[in-house]
């Protein structure tokens, strides 16, 4: 009698809300492996500095905000499933680079003043060295002017082939390799590909499982849109929106200044462009009732109008590419 009861309830999902289930799956595969690409672009750079700390904490606002707002308007579940996600995922990547950002200025500090005395030093080991050699060629002029050198010259050119011999090692143990990808852009696309797949398989799984299985109620019926706490929703989710669409601008200047996206991730952004895109998607097509889409119109401007601006960073990835600078240099000379 039960089972007769919950037939009766429940029902299978129809294909805008399998579309829905579909993207928000991938969206939800996109923003989990959104920070790896990152956090070992950072771990292997020991180093957060290229990206921007504003854009990190706006981008956190604006989840906060968006989180709150679907839960009041009561949208899609993977549309709340995902804006809680992208909280905790903020917070791990602004746990690492404060990490970083503070130990680091902790050793440009402790350098600074190891310089400042070694300076010192140096200033004095320089003026006693004149004096030797100033005394030694008065005793003995003889002797070879060129095995002398000028004070500190040893020590430099000591130091130079020390770090010379070092350098590489170094840079294999931070992973901080200068030999390019040869193929980027097809590595990339790949990982693209493995998200979709392994987001509409999740999908499929969980349908199997039934917990895609909808009620009855029409879709979109479940908050008035002239409710308070659906006002209220609205009003956090064109907050949200707002936030997104200033996070990305501190970035974006942030390159220009520095002319240089090195340390940044590619693969960051494009599984971005992959999650709003597939985020939008989800919210689209889980309804078309009007009262639904006025609903959800900030979160599509959210994730919708960020592509944009992630559009933008593409432009400077390739602008400030190391292959780009090498060859203005080279034509310049």
């Given at each position: 009698m039960a089972s007769l009861i919950a037939t009766a309830i429940m029902k299978s999902p129809n294909l805008g809300e399998s579309l829905s289930g579909i993207f928000g799956s991938v969206s939800l595969t996109a923003w989990i492996c959104l920070l790896l690409p990152q956090l070992i672009t950072n771990y292997r750079a020991k180093s957060a500095d290229a990206l921007s700390m504003k854009f990190l904490f706006i981008w956190l606002l604006g989840d906060i905000a968006n989180l709150s707002g679907a839960l009041c308007t009561d949208l899609a579940p993977t549309t709340i499933a995902l804006a809680s996600y992208f909280c905790f995922a903020d917070l791990v990547l602004i746990s690492q680079c404060s990490y970083y950002n503070a130990i680091n200025a902790r050793r440009r500090s402790r350098s600074t003043e190891r310089r400042r005395h070694a300076s010192t030093a140096t200033q004095e080991?320089?003026?006693?060295?004149?004096?030797?050699?100033t005394e030694a060629t008065e005793h003995a002029p003889l002797l070879r002017s060129d095995s002398i050198g000028l004070p500190g010259s040893h020590r430099r050119h000591s130091m130079r082939r020390r770090e010379s011999t070092l350098d590489p090692l170094t840079r294999v143990f931070t992973g901080e390799d200068d030999t390019p990808d040869p193929s980027p852009w097809l590595h990339n696309a790949m990982s693209l590909v493995a998200v979709w797949a392994v987001g509409t398989a999740g999908w499929?799984?969980?349908?199997?499982?039934?917990?895609?299985?909808?009620?009855?109620?029409?879709?979109?019926?479940?908050?008035?849109?002239?409710?308070?706490?659906?006002?209220?929703g609205m009003i956090l989710g064109y907050f949200s929106a707002l936030c997104y669409l200033c996070a990305r601008i501190p970035q974006i200047i942030k390159n220009y200044q520095e002319k240089s996206c090195?340390?940044?991730?590619?693969?960051?952004?494009?599984?971005?462009?992959?999650?709003?895109f597939t985020y939008g998607g989800s919210v689209i097509a889980y309804s078309q009732e009007k009262d639904y889409v006025i609903r959800a119109l900030p979160w599509l401007i959210g994730s919708l109008g960020t592509m944009l601006e992630d559009s933008v960073i593409f432009v400077q990835f390739r602008l400030y590419s190391p292959e780009r600078r090498q060859a203005k240099t080279t034509a310049v000379a």
């Open positions: 080991s320089d003026a006693t060295a004149i004096s030797d050699v499929l799984v969980t349908y199997k499982m039934g917990a895609w299985d909808m009620d009855d109620s029409p879709a979109g019926d479940g908050v008035a849109a002239t409710e308070p706490v659906a006002v209220l090195e340390g940044l991730a590619l693969l960051f952004f494009l599984l971005s462009l992959t999650g709003n």
